[in-house]
Each structure stands twice: as C-alpha cells, then as structure tokens.
C-alpha cells in the first residue's frame, strides 16, 4: 500500500479497470455502487500521476507526467471526473468544461439474478463519452507512455 512503488498503483488502476467493465456486463448492488466504482476508476487512474512524480524509482519528471495529461482529451476529462468527486465540485478544470459530469446513466436490470448492468455517459465540452471508452482509453494513454519510457 502506502510506501509502495508507482507500480502498485498502476495495479491498482488494472483493477478498477476491470470493476468498471462488470459494472458494464452486470454486477449486484445497483446504481449507486456502479456509480462509485466508476468514480474510483476515474479517481485511481488521474493519481497515477502522483505516484509516478512522487516516486524516483519512476525515473519521470513532473513536467513529462504533466505534459501527457495536458495532451490527452481523454485524460483531462479523467482529471476533471475525479477531481470534481474528490472536491463536491470542480473548480479548476482540465477540459475547459466546469460542468463536466456523469450526465446520465442506462440501466439493464437482470430479473431474478439480483444483477445490473449499466451504461454511463460523461458530458464534456458538448460531447457525451461513454465511461467504459473513456477508462478503456485512459489506461491505453498510460500504458503507451509507460511502456515508451520502458517502465512496463
């Protein structure tokens, strides 16, 4: 946990990765519960950026770390996500867009199986994303950048 290499939090981002793709295929619990594994990705995925800076393992600056948020739509709106759910309310934005949010949600309730799957879209900047695309695509962003500087 704490005290652990950047590695463990991109673990961890693999994990939530995989919480937000059963909330897609059908998970128990309801909305709100996929609503908060959504968050977590979101949250868990933008501070791998913190782990990287914060450990020297990592061998990356601030400035390259930063660098890939500010070149990644799909990154920045990760950012603003979890920013936004860390704070109540976003105050500084990444996307340009301080009303970026989980704007609606499409439900599939799977009678007699206590299971649900559900479908999230994020409005940013005028444009509806659907979550999974957006997490899918995030962890694709991290990965290229990581395996380039030859870190996985």
Known sequence: MLGQ???????????????VRAVYTGAPRGTDAAVDLVLSFLETV?????WLKNDPG???????????????????VCADLANGSKHLKLNRTRTG???????????????GTGTSAHRFCI????????????????VD???GFLSTRGLI
Request: aromatic share 6%; proline share 1%.
């Open 5 to 19: 290499g950047w590695q463990s939090q991109w673990e961890r981002v693999g994990r939530r990765l995989e919480d």
């Open 97 to 111: 867009d301080l009303s970026t949010t989980i704007a609606r949600n499409d439900v599939e309730v799977s009678v």
């Open 58 to 76: 990592s061998r990356l600056t601030s400035k390259a770390v930063e660098d890939l948020i500010n070149s990644s739509p799909v990154l920045q």
């Open 141 to 143: 962003q991290w990965s």
């Open 123 to 138: 409005a940013s900047g005028g444009t509806e994303h659907d979550a999974l695309q957006i997490a899918e695509n995030a």
């Open 46 to 50: 933008y501070h791998l950026k913190d």
